[in-house]
């Protein structure tokens, strides 16, 4: 590994949360009602850990959304202030209190978005400088899923799913490139949730194909194949905890 690789990887669930530095892999679990960053403090207080950080968070803690695509080309300022704008359209003046980043896009495609509380994230990163580590990327789950894969979702049509306690996450891809992406509370079942959202999302897009889908799961379990009669492909199956978000 370089040196100048962060080789500290923390996921925070708002149940759960994770570190990992080289062969080290240790979670603690947040009471009902807990406080996620207190956790995550006491957690580094025993570790001792130091250097950078790269932290993945759950979609219950991290929004994202697939915004579509500008009228016209926008520079990196023009692009701040159209997400901004676009969000506030969607979700009032609750935007006014979120951190928010996008990934640049061509001309014409759609605009993948994220979103984190922003005294949230003062406070994670607060918590991390108290015990001596400096993120050098804090990120939904979906990011490092995609770096995972890229073969997988760089061919043809398929689906991800990222699946947590109460949330599905599901993104469609095609040729490498986002079509779709939907992140929705769920309650039962979550392999019947699944099937349910792609096929929803398959209605709402007129898509009548059987293009597998990816899925990548944390605490919890499901008969995913038994559902819907989706082509199911598990992206972590032997890894359990929060080792998916890692990837470790």
């Not at 006491?42 to 219950?60: I, K, N, T, Y």
């Not at 995972?148 to 891809?173: D, H, N, S």
Request: glycine share 10%; net charge neutral.
């Amino acid at each position: 590994m370089s040196l100048l690789s962060p080789d500290i990887r923390i996921a925070l669930t708002p149940g759960l949360v994770a570190v990992a530095a080289s062969r080290l892999y240790r979670e603690a679990q947040v009471a009902e009602g807990g406080d996620a960053l207190a956790v995550l403090g006491d957690l580094l207080g025993s570790l001792q850990l130091r250097g950078r950080a790269r932290v993945v968070l759950s979609h219950e803690l991290a929004r994202v959304w697939l915004l579509p695509a500008p009228a016209v080309r926008l520079s990196a300022g023009e692009m701040k202030g159209w997400v901004h704008e676009h969000l506030k359209k969607q979700f009032g003046d609750a935007v006014e209190d979120w951190r928010s980043v996008w990934q640049p896009a061509p001309p014409g495609q759609p605009v993948l978005t994220g979103a984190i509380e922003a005294g949230w994230l003062a406070a994670l990163q607060q918590t991390l400088s108290q015990h001596g580590l400096k993120p050098v990327a804090v990120e939904p789950w979906l990011a490092p899923a995609c770096l995972r894969l890229p073969a997988a979702l760089g061919r043809g049509a398929v689906w991800l799913a990222l699946a947590e306690p109460g949330r599905i996450t599901l993104a469609r891809l095609e040729q490498g490139v986002f079509r779709v992406l939907r992140s929705s509370r769920i309650s039962g079942d979550p392999a019947t949730a699944l099937a349910g959202m792609v096929a929803r999302e398959s209605l709402r897009a007129d898509l009548d194909d059987q293009s597998p889908v990816w899925l990548e799961s944390v605490q919890i379990q499901g008969d995913w194949r038994g559902n819907g009669g989706l082509d199911v492909r598990r992206a972590a199956s032997a890894q359990s905890g929060l080792a998916p978000m890692l990837g470790g």
